[in-house]
């Protein structure tokens, strides 16, 4: 990814580093220490999940964006390699509606009355 | 030096790491299994290097065969544009292989028959053999470019490469639901505060043991994973600084005493990352075999034959199969860096490759947290 693909915010980052790439394993190491230590730490279970959930994202974007260059390709890359994220989505959609507790207790928010229950 | 010369070299490197670490396991006797660990480590990086010095030898021959020196493949400047790019059979040829080892593999793990397995393998080492003929003397000048929408202007095997990727995010994408829709299944037990190692409180009937519990044991026990991701954060760093050195013009040594070592010229640059890269995902592949040896035949068995141990050697072991195939393309790229192959022309293909070794760091984003941490 050369200098004139970076954005200002990317070359800032990067400037301390000599360039983005290292600055990238710096991020990516510092966010593996922090992934493991969350674990070690005996957070309550949602705590720990936010923060293995908000890590992974990080790590996801910085080797997607710098490593495979997705920053500096067309748009249309970036695009074909989102695309198979909706089949995933839809997999754990899935996963959220047959596991055993999925149907008996569903947050309120997901079972409005759209259609009147059978018998009513 | 030839690659011939190297196969050789990296052979009896296999059988010296083996012989030491047999040695070191007769007489060395610690706590946490570290003389297993040693044991297995060596039978594996021995397996690694043997496997690496017979196609470095496969190489050197097939570059003796058909030369594929570099500038012999007639694609100069004043002719490539009628030398439009002609494509190339290996790929079909390997997946035919790929095909018959498959069949062959059912027909010889219930019949005893070797003949169509044997044969998918020699086809499918014809394809691999003619790929590198054709890529050892590519200079990259006549890189095929996709015409019309949605991709014109890219480099088609980019846009192979990435819709490869696709398919390869859904593979992965069916092992993790697979792995969470099971374990949201067992979600019952996760309220329980209980130890399933018989420490402390004793956990209920049907409590599910997962792979995280084990690994999370111990600091010894987690640690193999922990440098696994260390060590492929770090290879995908290597290789996308070997890809920048290839595609530098005005190459300049690196001001720093270490990193003026490390590349010292542009060739070594390139081969010194691309190598270290290889190095990393071997170191890898031995560290995960330890850690799975230690799983299976540890104080508490955590096997195949069990649906939380199914899923778990499935997908780690689909995700190291990835590795291991990505090794032996980083194995030719090292032996094409040590003849001065790479250039600014063709180091495209580095990035090609540099995109799937990634595409395996971004799955080991997934894995880690799901099946070592939590």
Same mark, same amino acid.
């Given at each position: 990814m050369s200098e004139h693909q970076m954005a200002k915010w990317e070359m800032a980052l990067a400037k301390p580093f000599g360039n983005i790439y290292n600055f990238n394993l710096a991020l990516l190491m510092l966010f593996t220490v922090i992934e493991v230590g969350a674990v070690y730490m005996d957070l309550p279970r949602y705590e720990t999940w936010a923060v293995l959930i908000g890590v992974g994202i990080v790590k996801a974007f910085g080797i997607a964006a710098w490593f495979m260059h997705l920053r500096g390709d067309p748009v249309i890359i970036t695009r074909t390699a989102i695309f198979p994220f909706f089949f995933v989505a839809l997999m754990l959609w899935g996963i959220g509606l047959t596991n055993p507790a999925g149907v008996e207790n569903l947050p309120s928010w997901c079972t409005p009355p759209w259609v009147p229950a059978y018998g009513a | 030096m030839s690659a011939i010369a190297i196969g050789v070299g990296l052979i009896l490197l296999g059988v010296f790491v083996l012989a030491t670490s047999q040695g070191m396991h007769a007489f060395i006797h610690t706590t946490h299994g570290l003389d297993h660990a040693i044991y297995i480590g060596g039978m594996v990086a021995c397996a690694l290097l043997v496997i690496f010095g017979t196609i470095g030898i496969l190489v050197g021959l097939v570059n003796t065969s058909f030369?594929? =020196?570099?500038?012999? &493949? &007639?694609? =100069?400047d004043d002719g490539h544009d009628e030398h439009a790019h002609h494509g190339s059979w290996s790929p079909i040829i390997m997946a035919f292989g790929v095909m018959l080892f498959l069949m062959g593999f059912i027909e010889w793990n219930h019949e005893g028959n070797f003949g169509i397995l044997g044969l998918g393998l020699v086809i499918t080492f014809a394809g691999i053999a003619n790929w590198w003929r054709e890529d050892f003397g590519n200079d990259g000048k006549s890189e095929p470019m996709s015409y019309g929408e949605p991709f014109g202007g890219i480099e088609v095997r980019k846009v192979g490469m990435w819709i490869f990727l696709m398919s390869e995010v859904m593979i992965f994408g069916s092992f993790f639901s697979s792995y969470l829709r099971l374990r949201t299944g067992w979600t019952t037990h996760w309220d329980v505060k209980c130890d399933a190692f018989g420490h402390g409180t004793p956990c209920p009937d049907g409590y599910v043991v997962v792979a995280s519990e084990l690994i999370n044991e111990s600091f010894w026990t987690l640690l193999p994973g922990a440098i696994n991701t260390f060590a492929l954060i770090l290879s995908s760093f290597t290789l996308v600084t070997a890809l920048r050195h290839a595609k530098m013009f005005d190459w300049q040594k690196p001001m720093g005493k270490l990193t003026g070592w490390w590349m010292p010229d542009q060739r070594r640059a390139i081969r010194n990352n691309l190598v270290a890269t290889l190095f990393l995902g071997s170191m890898f592949l031995v560290l995960k075999l330890i850690e799975w040896d230690h799983m299976m035949n540890g104080a508490h068995p955590f096997t195949i034959d069990t649906l939380a141990g199914s899923v778990f050697y499935v997908t780690t072991g689909a995700h190291g199969f990835h590795v291991f195939v990505g090794l032996l393309v980083l194995l030719f790229f090292s032996f094409k860096a040590q003849r001065g192959g790479w250039s600014q022309d063709n180091a495209q293909s580095i990035e090609y490759f540099g995109l799937y070794w990634h595409f395996v760091d971004l799955a080991w984003v997934a894995i880690f947290p799901a099946f070592y941490l939590y």
């Amino acid at each position: 990814m050369s200098e004139h693909q970076m954005a200002k915010w990317e070359m800032a980052l990067a400037k301390p580093f000599g360039n983005i790439y290292n600055f990238n394993l710096a991020l990516l190491m510092l966010f593996t220490v922090i992934e493991v230590g969350a674990v070690y730490m005996d957070l309550p279970r949602y705590e720990t999940w936010a923060v293995l959930i908000g890590v992974g994202i990080v790590k996801a974007f910085g080797i997607a964006a710098w490593f495979m260059h997705l920053r500096g390709d067309p748009v249309i890359i970036t695009r074909t390699a989102i695309f198979p994220f909706f089949f995933v989505a839809l997999m754990l959609w899935g996963i959220g509606l047959t596991n055993p507790a999925g149907v008996e207790n569903l947050p309120s928010w997901c079972t409005p009355p759209w259609v009147p229950a059978y018998g009513a | 030096m030839s690659a011939i010369a190297i196969g050789v070299g990296l052979i009896l490197l296999g059988v010296f790491v083996l012989a030491t670490s047999q040695g070191m396991h007769a007489f060395i006797h610690t706590t946490h299994g570290l003389d297993h660990a040693i044991y297995i480590g060596g039978m594996v990086a021995c397996a690694l290097l043997v496997i690496f010095g017979t196609i470095g030898i496969l190489v050197g021959l097939v570059n003796t065969s058909f030369g594929g =020196g570099y500038g012999e &493949d &007639d694609h =100069g400047d004043d002719g490539h544009d009628e030398h439009a790019h002609h494509g190339s059979w290996s790929p079909i040829i390997m997946a035919f292989g790929v095909m018959l080892f498959l069949m062959g593999f059912i027909e010889w793990n219930h019949e005893g028959n070797f003949g169509i397995l044997g044969l998918g393998l020699v086809i499918t080492f014809a394809g691999i053999a003619n790929w590198w003929r054709e890529d050892f003397g590519n200079d990259g000048k006549s890189e095929p470019m996709s015409y019309g929408e949605p991709f014109g202007g890219i480099e088609v095997r980019k846009v192979g490469m990435w819709i490869f990727l696709m398919s390869e995010v859904m593979i992965f994408g069916s092992f993790f639901s697979s792995y969470l829709r099971l374990r949201t299944g067992w979600t019952t037990h996760w309220d329980v505060k209980c130890d399933a190692f018989g420490h402390g409180t004793p956990c209920p009937d049907g409590y599910v043991v997962v792979a995280s519990e084990l690994i999370n044991e111990s600091f010894w026990t987690l640690l193999p994973g922990a440098i696994n991701t260390f060590a492929l954060i770090l290879s995908s760093f290597t290789l996308v600084t070997a890809l920048r050195h290839a595609k530098m013009f005005d190459w300049q040594k690196p001001m720093g005493k270490l990193t003026g070592w490390w590349m010292p010229d542009q060739r070594r640059a390139i081969r010194n990352n691309l190598v270290a890269t290889l190095f990393l995902g071997s170191m890898f592949l031995v560290l995960k075999l330890i850690e799975w040896d230690h799983m299976m035949n540890g104080a508490h068995p955590f096997t195949i034959d069990t649906l939380a141990g199914s899923v778990f050697y499935v997908t780690t072991g689909a995700h190291g199969f990835h590795v291991f195939v990505g090794l032996l393309v980083l194995l030719f790229f090292s032996f094409k860096a040590q003849r001065g192959g790479w250039s600014q022309d063709n180091a495209q293909s580095i990035e090609y490759f540099g995109l799937y070794w990634h595409f395996v760091d971004l799955a080991w984003v997934a894995i880690f947290p799901a099946f070592y941490l939590y």
